[in-house]
């Protein structure tokens, strides 16, 4: 069985600090994918972020980074010079392979940036 | 613009009283989901679908019911044998491959309250 644990339920930041959002994760499968979603007030959740479990490297996408460590089954997610406009309620997910295949969602780390 | 919608943004139901959400995708994706979302947890599967005319049951389908006549649609009912059905309703879609994750995009969701 799969599982995702986001272990902090809600995190307090003033603008501009840097704020990391852990997720652990349990699997059998040697293949799996690994998700970050965010969750804005307005309830829709955008898709940040996938990694396949052979590719190990590190990922920053502007003040987005992504820290994928299979020996520790964790996969945690920075935010750098965080802003308001971060504020959200961000998931982890987790699938067991390419092709169709269903999501496994943390219960998700709400984010509070306050000016 | 390409995407999903759903439809109510907002909905009320009586108790005793079938209720049908609306999930419509022009990304031509094959599969399309469904997920309940409750306050503080994270989004759990109710059904899923692959291909038109065929859909599986995902973690808590008691008590809905789905059908998929088209490829572009994909409407949930909720019956009256749902329990304790208020909640966050979030459909999303991916395009199934045997080689590329599969990656899901979300709706903005349909907010169900039970009267």
């Known amino acids: 069985a799969q599982k995702v644990t986001q272990a902090q339920t809600e995190i307090s930041v003033v603008e501009k600090e840097d704020v990391t959002l852990d997720c652990v994760y349990e699997?059998?499968?040697?293949?799996?994918?690994l998700f970050w979603y965010k969750q804005p007030p307005s309830g829709e959740l955008v898709f940040l972020i996938r990694?396949?479990?052979?590719?190990?490297q590190n990922e920053i996408s502007g003040r987005y980074s992504w820290n994928f460590q299979k020996s520790t089954s964790s996969f945690n997610f920075t935010i750098t010079a965080s802003q308001v406009v971060d504020s959200a309620v961000y998931f982890c997910a987790l699938s067991p392979g390419p092709g169709y295949s269903t999501l496994t969602f943390g219960k998700g780390t709400m984010l509070l940036v306050s000016p | 613009d390409g995407g999903i919608t759903q439809s109510p943004k907002y909905l009320f139901r009586k108790e005793g009283q079938n209720v049908t959400l609306s999930c419509e995708q022009n990304?031509?994706?094959?599969?399309m989901y469904w997920y309940r979302q409750d306050p503080g947890q994270g989004l759990r599967l109710i059904y899923y679908?692959?291909?038109?005319?065929?859909?599986q049951k995902g973690d808590i389908a008691e008590g809905y019911s789905v059908s998929r006549e088209k490829k572009e649609s994909f409407p949930l009912t909720v019956t009256s044998a749902q329990k304790n059905p208020t909640a966050f309703y979030l459909c999303?879609?991916?395009?199934?491959?045997?080689?590329?994750?599969?990656?899901?995009?979300f709706g903005p969701g349909t907010r169900l309250t039970v009267l």
């Open positions: 679908s692959q291909i038109v005319n065929d859909f």
């Open positions: 990694r396949n479990s052979f590719d190990e």
């Open positions: 990304l031509n994706h094959d599969a």
């Open positions: 699997t059998r499968d040697t293949t799996y994918y």
């Open positions: 999303a879609s991916s395009s199934r491959t045997s080689t590329t994750p599969d990656t899901q995009y």
